[in-house]
């Protein structure tokens, strides 16, 4: 049990079934099909008779019969039953109905004596997930057993007066419902309650802190006349891009801390609201800070704000793990003397020595990838700052609303102009040839070209991966490719060889880049027109909107090639949404149908709990319903600091793994 996660007895009854068998259904033997599972009531006509077959198989066999009909019963290698059925006593046997139309067989069906059974026939059952060494039966057994001694010992955190108005059954109803429901409408309210409680938690969790943040003073940076900032441009901004920046402006003026979201799709143009920003702080005389998840696109970062701000003045440092002890001392020198009016940096950020004089503007880029937790460890390093997150992953809207809870939004619906739609081809390997010629064709026009094998991933380490990455690499720089320049990047590299690459790609000095998915997010190469994805299926549809968003940036013609070897319906259905749309929103909405959101959740790297039963992708209705009733519980009790509140507090701490201090 502890394989799965279960520790106490409160995770042994949060612990839910991941299916269920419906053995309600009996049959008399007469309307039994072939094919079907079913409960039947019948008496053993015989004793059952034990026979060995050949060596390691025993076969007990004997007829069973209710008014209706007979059928013969079968059981393999349990030889056993010869002497627990006793003839002339009646069962319910559940199990598949089998032989031939004139007589019907059951092969191992389970069986209880008909006057003691409701265990595990004649009812709905549940099927949990399960580990090596663990049964249905001694899960069920256990969880019944945990139920029956502290079931009435559950404490509901909902607030009695969301259970009224939602019309929900108790905690200790629900919790025995989802494990051995009476019916399936009683399963129905319980899931009901269960998806309600969950969503409703981490609603009100986000709300909470949200509450404690407006509780508290921002520092007010009046708002400067952007007109200065934007006459330095090259081009001229999106409205979208405007309006996100005065969104921001007066959020970081209003005397409350900001906390926005910026969620705009891959290309939209979010660093320049970004830098509007920085600017925007560095003019009321405060220091920003500007974390990026990849040492890469920290430097991309640093190279174009640098690029747009230092002519105004600003002093832009960068600080990333791979800086040697020396350099990082003197950022941190600058950065508490406040010489350095913003930093860009990775995770490198939230080291202790990092101090600021004056730190009033925290930014995020691409934030699904930080934990709240590490959010909250860098605004600490100021005053209660104001906090931008940016976003490139369009996230379906149900998802938003329980990631970005406590955040309000800007949404940058406009590309800025002259933007192509990336043409997608999906492809098998009959193509390799045409394929390998077009990019020759392009690269002679002076283009340059992404490939992306998926193997080597950040986080990842298996040497094999390693191997294939490099020797593909090897393969297309020496015999496909012989007369082209060829770079390779991979998350497993050392940083200063990563650095090598990207540069030798974006300074245009290299013609393809081989790369793994390091190149997903955020790499800004315009005169990139073609990206190439081996092994396509292996890629999540948002993944791939994120790799192909890497072309189409400049004024060229842009395409993206999708290599599937698989023959399946599914995946290549799948692939067929990106040749359908361009539009991030559109796909991160069919992906969250195919996959779930498991990616999203799964992986705990935003520092939410996870989703143990509510779907995201059907539960909706419920969300929002979870989501007024908290506006409700907050609106009156925005710290939740009173008594009726006490258990939903403990519960919120319980399930975020802080200590409700730290949400504050
Ligand atoms: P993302 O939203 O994906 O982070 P970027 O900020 O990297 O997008 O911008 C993508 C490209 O578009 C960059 O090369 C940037 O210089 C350019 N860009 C941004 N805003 C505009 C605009 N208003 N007009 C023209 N080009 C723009
Ligand atoms: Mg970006």
Known sequence: MNKLGIRTVRDLIGYFPRAYEDRTAAKNIEDLTLGETVCIRAMAAESPKLSHIRSGLDLVKFRAVDETGSIDIT?????????????????????KVDGTLLQHTMANPLYELASTAGAATGRIVPVYSLTAGLSQKSMMNTVRNALDKYGDALPDYLPESVIEQNNLCSARNAYENIHFPLDSICLGMARQRLVFEELFTIAAAMKLMRSNRASKAGRILDIPDFNEFYDTLEFNLTNAQKRAIDDAARDMSSGRPMNRLIQGDVGSGKTLIAAACCWDAWY???????????????????????????????????????????????????????????????????????????????ITDEQHRFGVQQRATLTE???????????????????????????????????????????????????????????????????QVFIICPMVEEGETSPDDLKSAEEYYDSLANYVFPNLRVALVHGK???????????????GQADILVATTVVEIGVDVPNAALMIVENADRFGLSQLHQLRGRVGRGRHASYCVLFSGAAGETSRERLEIMRKTNDGFIIAEEDLKIRGPGDFFGSRQHGLPELRIANLASDMAVLRQAQDAADRVLAADPLLSSDENRNLMDQIAHLFEINAEKLN
Do not use: W
């Open 75 to 95: 059981y393999f290698n349990q030889s056993y039953i010869k002497d627990a059925i006793k003839q002339g006593e009646e069962y319910i046997f559940y199990g």
């Open 381 to 447: 390093k100021g005053d209660s700052p104001h906090v931008l997150v940016m976003s490139a992953t369009p996230i379906p809207r149900t998802l938003a609303l329980i990631i970005y809870g406590d955040l309000d939004v800007s949404v940058i619906d406009e590309m800025p102009p002259g933007r192509k739609p990336v043409e997608t081809f999906i492809v098998d390997e009959r193509y390799r040839r045409r394929i390998n010629d077009f990019i020759e064709k392009l690269v002679g026009e002076g283009r």
């Open 493 to 507: 590299m050392p940083t200063k060889e990563k650095d090598a690459a990207m540069a030798l790609f974006s300074s």
């Open 284 to 362: 009321g005389g405060c220091q920003s800070a500007f974390m990026a998840p990849t040492e890469i696109l920290a430097k991309q970062h640093y190279n174009s704000l640098s690029d747009l701000l230092e002519p105004l003045d600003m002093h832009v440092g960068l600080l990333t793990g791979s800086m040697t002890p020396k350099q990082k001392q003197d950022v941190y020198q600058k950065l508490s003397s406040g010489e350095i009016d913003l930093i860009i940096g990775t995770h490198a950020l939230l080291s202790e020595g990092v101090r600021f004089s004056n730190l009033a503007l925290v």
